[in-house]
């Protein structure tokens, strides 16, 4: 599966952003799901994740309450909405597939097969 992540931009903190993971194939729906992000000289971790059909959904600590991950399996698409930004939420995001991660979820990179090629997030202050 090909993944391509858009709707990253320059915002000030406390706005919001919907990001957005384009999907090629035909078997997105068999696949977990998750975003990522990289801020500079700091490794790549985990943001949020879901199974196959969003029905199952973890998040890292930091972002819990602000933001949300879903999927349109019909779209072949995959979102994180991110509302009340903060500064340290900075970086580039990633999005992911992972075949094992169909039915539980997967928080780790290498646990991921696929990657999007990532979309920048500024927070201003």
């Known amino acids: 599966v090909q993944l391509q992540a858009s709707g990253g931009g320059l915002v000030q903190a406390g706005d919001s952003l919907r990001l957005s993971c384009a999907a090629s194939g035909r078997t997105f729906s068999s696949y977990g799901m998750g975003w990522f992000r990289q801020a500079p000289g700091k490794e790549r971790e985990f943001v949020a994740v879901c199974t196959w059909s969003g029905g199952i959904t973890s998040y890292t600590d930091s972002v819990k309450g602000r933001f949300t991950i879903s999927r349109d399996n019909a779209k072949n698409t995959l979102y994180l909405q991110m509302n009340s930004l903060k500064p340290e939420d900075t970086a580039v995001y990633f999005c992911?597939?992972?075949?094992?991660?169909?039915?539980?979820?997967?928080?780790?990179?290498?646990?991921?097969?696929?990657w999007g090629q990532g979309t920048l997030v500024t927070v201003s202050s």
């Open positions: 992911a597939a992972t075949k094992s991660g169909r039915y539980t979820l997967k928080a780790r990179v290498n646990e991921y097969d696929y």
